[in-house]
């Protein structure tokens, strides 16, 4: 089903600085790295209903094996925490309603920076966490802030000056946008903390929009009594956002030194805005900048070390109750979703490995609705239709991000196949029968039946004997009947 011939291109990588030694070789991984998320949706597009050409266009995507590895073989690759963040930063960016790719650049620039001031190493890890993480307190947070996704950060840590904000704030709604910033500030240094990063990345986590001359944030200190990685981070987001606002390419190379080092004194520290300025002015760093090839290259540097299992399970399962916050689930729920589609895996003959991965990929299969607007996922009552079709592209969210990551290509197939039904009505490729991949059918089980056995903002929690009734019922439309009597004697009862 899933065939992957393909070995890894290995070739060589110029985006860094020759000074800092990070020229290197990398793995570009499986083939299909990129394929689908430097396309990623806009905002707009998010909220658009999908028409039948572009559901055939996504069937016909999701009908191409050589797409996708196949993981049987390998089970779980050996992962760093950095190659996975990579990844997975482009899920904060669609919570935060930013361009695709912010959370990367943010942290190309703030790795070249660092390295430009011959910081220590460790320190530059921290940096790079720091930078990717720096808005995870909003992908968290079931009750994002009401202001502006895409222009609040900008009104805080862009260029403009206290009377450009307070112009751009709605009457009344000032209080609201402080809140919001401190709330989620707040919020994602307690996440990064419970990810085992420390102080350094926490702190600048909880100080990324904290201003040079102490302002930016309930309780913020001046920049000069900030550690030096919270300015880099603080730095990095605030250059980024510029470049983001500035459009072309042509016009931010001319223009980016002389408006890097006007946000220095007040916004950023004064000297890190003199040496940005002065790599602002070479081409090295513009190429690594806008090359295609940046989300491969910050996840070759494995920033944070090799996991092994139960690192790895641990570090998913933190990540997983992000995306409950997000849903306003209860934490764990993923968690445990993840160990019963491990355990009915086993049940269905599949090898350890195999069972292993299927846990990965449940433990992710929801990370495509921190694109989608909370308050749909949230809503008790109907959804409307172009509401439904926002929230149906969440299995196309979580696929584009999780093919991203080497090895992680079959994981990313049965993701992006969760909510498809044996009758062809599922979403979002309307595969049918044998074309909707076992693993995928595990796992929008366990997640049904945790569903049916969970209270719901419409309705309260069956037990596990009327879950598995209303599951019987599906048996032949939704789900393989086969699959569906092994998961029963796994499921019913089932103890996480
Ligand atoms: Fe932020
Ligand atoms: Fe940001
Ligand atoms: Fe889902």
Redesign the pocket.
């Known amino acids: 089903m899933c065939p992957g011939d393909g070995q890894p291109d290995t070739y060589t990588l110029r985006l860094f600085p020759i000074s800092a030694g990070l020229h290197r070789s990398v793995s570009a991984g499986s083939r299909n790295h990129g394929r689908y998320s430097r396309y990623g949706p806009s905002p707009g597009e998010r909220r658009t209903m999908a028409s039948k050409a572009q559901i055939q266009t996504v069937k016909a995507d999701f009908l191409d094996p050589s797409l996708y590895d196949d993981a049987g073989l390998s089970g779980v690759p050996r992962l760093s925490r950095g190659t996975i963040l990579a990844a997975l930063s482009r899920a904060f960016d669609l919570a ?1 309603g ?1 361009r695709p790719g ?2 990367q650049r ?1 942290a190309y620039i703030g790795v070249f920076l660092a390295s430009e001031l011959g910081l220590e190493a460790q320190r530059v890890e921290d940096v790079f966490f720091g930078c990717l993480l ?2 995870i307190g909003m992908a968290a947070s079931s009750q994002p802030p009401k202001m502006d996704g895409s222009r609040g ?1 900008r009104i805080i ?1 862009g260029r403009s000056g206290a009377a450009d904000v307070l112009s751009q704030v709605p009457p009344g709604g000032w209080t609201q946008v402080v809140a919001a910033i401190a709330q989620h500030c707040d919020l994602g240094s307690k996440i990064v903390r419970k990810m085992g990063f420390g102080e350094p990345v926490a702190r600048a986590v909880a100080s ?1 929009h904290d201003c040079w001359d102490g302002s930016g944030r309930p309780g913020a200190q001046p920049g000069d009594r900030a550690p030096i990685v919270a300015r880099i981070v603080a730095l990095s ?1 605030r250059v ?2 510029m470049i983001d606002a500035e459009g072309s390419p042509l016009l931010v190379r001319r223009r980016g030194p002389a408006l890097v080092k006007e946000m220095g004194g007040s916004e950023i520290d004064p000297e890190l805005a003199g040496k940005m300025a002065e790599i602002a002015e070479r081409d090295d760093f513009w190429l690594g900048f806008y090359d295609n090839d940046l989300p491969a290259a910050l996840m070759s540097l494995n920033y944070g070390g090799m996991m092994n299992r139960d690192e790895l399970f641990d570090f998913l399962g933190v990540m997983s109750d992000v995306v409950d916050g997000r849903n306003g689930r209860e934490q764990g729920r993923g968690r445990r979703v993840a160990e019963l589609a491990r355990r009915v895996a086993l049940t269905c003959d599949m090898t350890e490995r195999r069972a292993d991965l299927v846990r990965v990929a449940a433990l992710l299969q929801d990370v495509g609705t921190l694109g989608v607007p909370a308050h749909f996922l949230s809503k008790p009552d109907i959804l409307s239709v172009d509401e439904m079709a926002s929230v149906q592209l969440h299995p196309v969210y979580a696929r584009d991000i999780l093919s991203e990551i080497p090895g992680l290509g079959a994981a990313a197939w049965w993701v992006g196949c969760h909510h498809e039904r044996i009758d062809g009505k599922g979403y979002p490729g309307m595969l049918e029968g044998a074309e909707v991949p076992a693993e995928a059918q595990i796992i929008g089980m366990s997640e049904a039946f945790d569903a049916l056995t969970s209270d719901r903002p419409y309705r309260r929690a069956m037990s596990q004997a009327d879950a598995v009734e209303v599951m019987r019922g599906l048996a032949g439309t939704r789900f393989d009947p086969y699959l569906l009597a092994r998961f029963e004697s796994v499921a019913y009862p089932f103890e996480a």
Do not use: P, Y
Request: net charge negative; charged share 40%; hydrophobic share 15%.
């Open positions: 935060e930013r912010h959370a943010v720096h808005d950060s840590s990324h987001d980024e956002s």
